[in-house]
């Protein structure tokens, strides 16, 4: 009779740690593994499979003379209202595309240039040194944090970058930590929605996807500003509901 309290005292004690891991934010019990796209990791996120991340040899890519045709770049600046005192931080920021015409719109505040490869900060600097720039900060991350501090910055911009995140339950937590209570957060990917979009579909994400990854951290869809050629400029802020 002993034993059997004994093997029921086990299994009801298994059966809480496992609950208890369950609800622990960030675990990897948040994530599924399977075979999936040739270009995807064969990790899952609430149904979405994550993609590889681009390395910093496709600089040229990133740098590309048709960018701002294909994307409209300026519009997607514009769609910020940038103020001269704004503390931005561009995750994923690459080669810095976005960065140098972030920072003479903020020439009082400060942009933040976050990347995971250090060979993408050091172009970054490099460009930063020959023109002079003074308001761009090089911050390296990591696959779990974005490593701003608390409450620091007005506006965050990640674009086409968020689908590549090994780890996105951490990283969005991070920058949650680091957004303002009236921060913006500005999600762009490409539109998953439109066939004639012509980037690969794992490099894609519908708005219904983004907003049911940005409610799960607890953010709210402010509005989708559909005014670019192939992406979708998601804006988002902070749910006080949770």
């Known amino acids: 009779m002993k034993l059997f309290y004994f093997i029921l005292f086990l299994l009801t004690t298994l059966l ?4 208890c891991l369950g609800q622990k934010p960030g675990s990897d019990l948040e994530y599924t593994f399977k075979r999936g796209d040739f270009n995807g990791i064969g990790k899952w996120y609430m149904g979405r499979e994550i993609s590889y991340v681009m390395g910093f040899e496709g600089i040229s ?15 997607l600046i514009k769609n910020m209202k940038i103020k001269f005192n704004d503390t931005i931080a561009d995750i994923g920021a690459g080669s810095g595309y976005h960065v140098f015409r972030l920072a003479p719109l903020a020439k009082k505040g400060l942009i933040y240039a976050v990347d995971i490869q250090s060979e993408m900060l050091m172009a970054i600097e490099m460009t930063k040194e020959s023109r002079k720039i003074r308001n761009i900060e090089t911050i390296l991350g990591n696959e779990k944090s974005v490593h701003l501090p608390n409450n620091s910055v007005d506006k965050i911009l990640m674009v086409d970058v968020y689908h590549e995140f090994n780890f996105p339950v951490e990283m969005i937590a991070s920058m949650k930590n680091a957004l303002k209570s009236n ?44 005014n670019l050629p ?13």
């Open 61 to 75: 890519w990133l740098e590309r003379f048709d960018r701002e045709k294909e994307e409209n770049v300026s519009t």
């Open 230 to 242: 192939w992406q979708h400029c998601m804006v988002f802020i902070k749910d006080e509901n949770k």
């Open 183 to 226: 921060g913006q957060l500005f999600l762009i990917e490409y539109r998953k929605e439109d066939s004639k979009v012509p980037i690969k579909k794992i490099h894609k994400m519908t708005e219904k996807q983004a907003v049911k990854e940005m409610e799960a951290a607890g953010f709210k869809l402010k509005e989708n500003i559909d």
């Open 16 to 19: 809480l740690s496992n609950e």
